[in-house]
């Protein structure tokens, strides 16, 4: 089983939406796919209450906590945890051992990127992470890339920080509409959606090889 934790020091950096989207393309993939929503929000576990009324592949959600990934068929074959803002060791040590790689998700916002240098930080001292026994892979969110501001941040981010810029994924509504619907962009075919599918490629190659 591949598992994915999804962890930042930000509320609203995209947690739930690399959750759901990655949810979406192992389920459209006939990958048996569960969710562990540790967020007291639960965006993601409605998601997939969402997704169970349409005709989509479905996929599983269970509330977060010490033993939810025991409480997973053992059919499972890929697994995303969504853990709540501001996560340190503590809250993410359920999940850390049992882990195959790290997603932290950022902001091109200077706030954002102060928040998750510190952050970063910490997990640097994580003891599996610092045995280089847990990859940690940061995403770019919500990038308007033609802009100035959103390329000095993610050359910013790459300079500083001590794991790899994995992603660098699009500002669009499709997100925030297809999420409504308990759906995701890879759950459609259109040329329009295929676009932003091509932003996730290098995210999904980076999760394969470290797996």
Known sequence: MLTVL????KGGCGKSTLVTQLASHWAQDGKHTAIVDADRQGSSFRWAARRAENNVPGVLAVEGGRRALDKLPEDTQRT????PAGSHERELEPYLEQANVLLVPVLPSTFDLDATLA????????????RGKLPVGLVGNRLKPWTRASQDAMEQLAGQSPFPVVAELRDSQAYVLLTALGKGIF???SEQVRNHQEDWKHLLRWIKRQH
């Open 80 to 83: 995303l945890i969504d853990t």
């Open 187 to 189: 759950d459609y075919a």
């Open 119 to 130: 952050f970063l930080t910490h997990l640097q001292e994580i003891p599996r992470i610092k």
């Open 6 to 9: 999804v962890a930042s020091s």
